[in-house]
Nanobody, 124 residues
Framework: QVQLVETGGGLVQAGGSLRLSCVAS????????MAWFRQAPGKEREVVAA????????YYADSVKGRSTISKDSAKNAVYLEMHSLQPDDTAVYSC?????????????????WGQGTQVTVAS
């Protein structure tokens, strides 16, 4: 059974940084696409960043491009999201997602496995 567990969320001051971790079990996702989504109060869930299987390609939402990095660690079967220059608009529940496909997707329906989510709150 596939499980995804996110950690690393919390309260961060505006302008600060954090690193979210997602550790998968039950299957290796090194060869498959994974992504980070977020959902803020009153807003639709949106993709933040996604990463494909090798040869690796990545996608970043315009709102986080240039201040975020998504990466994988095959040894740990994990995917990470590093974010910098955080602002109050980044406040949301961040969820890790995985699929059995190689190509990355940008929509909720592209992914069949989800973590429980981790809250990120950026203080103004």
């Amino acid at each position: 059974q596939v499980q995804l567990v996110e950690t690393g969320g919390g309260l961060v001051q505006a302008g600060g940084s954090l690193r979210l971790s997602c550790v998968a079990s039950g299957r290796s996702f090194y060869n498959y696409a994974m992504a980070w989504f977020r959902q803020a109060p009153g807003k639709e869930r949106e993709v933040v960043a996604a990463i494909s299987g090798p040869p690796t390609s990545t996608y970043y939402a315009d709102s986080v491009k240039g201040r975020s990095t998504i990466s994988k660690d095959s040894a740990k079967n994990a995917v990470y999201l590093e974010m910098h220059s955080l602002q109050p608009d980044d406040t949301a529940v961040y969820s890790c997602a995985a699929t059995g496909g190689y190509a990355l997707g940008l929509h909720v329906w592209d992914y069949g496995h989800w973590g429980q989510g981790t809250q990120v709150t950026v203080a103004s």
